[in-house]
């Protein structure tokens, strides 16, 4: 049974704004921290930023710290990823994961959502 559920996605053109967001309140244990990763066709899924839910620290990889935003609403358990400035090489299945510790490492990762497809394309 997923108990994280990943929504939001869909086409964008280049230049738009997105917000994904990230169910957690099917979750029955303290969750600490979530992460979004990415997996774009072809390629590996890729880390992408992390929220510590309880103080709301946050840390990005390089590529998307600029235009990305992650933000969380503990009332009602749900994480978001806003894109800005949307690119083409945005486009993936967007996920994501619970962990008891702030990572970048798919391995930390114990319980992922099911992902939601952004789609860039003018």
């Known amino acids: 049974d997923v108990q994280l559920q990943a929504s939001g996605g869909g086409l964008a053109r280049p230049g738009d704004s997105l917000t994904l967001s990230c169910d957690a309140s099917?979750?029955?244990?303290?969750?600490?921290?979530i992460s979004w990763f990415r997996q774009a066709p072809g390629k590996e899924r890729e880390w992408v930023s992390c929220?510590?839910?309880?103080?709301?620290?946050?840390i990005y990889a390089n590529s998307v710290k600029d235009r990305f935003t992650t933000s969380a609403d503990n009332a009602k358990k749900t994480v978001y990823l806003q894109i800005r400035s949307l690119k083409p090489e945005d486009a993936a299945v967007y996920y994501c994961?619970?962990?008891?510790?702030?990572?970048?490492?798919?391995?930390?990762?114990?319980?992922w959502g099911q992902g939601t497809l952004v789609t860039v394309s003018s």
């Open positions: 994961a619970t962990s008891n510790m702030m990572s970048m490492f798919e391995h930390e990762y114990r319980e």
């Open positions: 929220i510590d839910v309880g103080d709301g620290r946050t």
């Open positions: 099917k979750f029955t244990v303290t969750v600490y921290y």
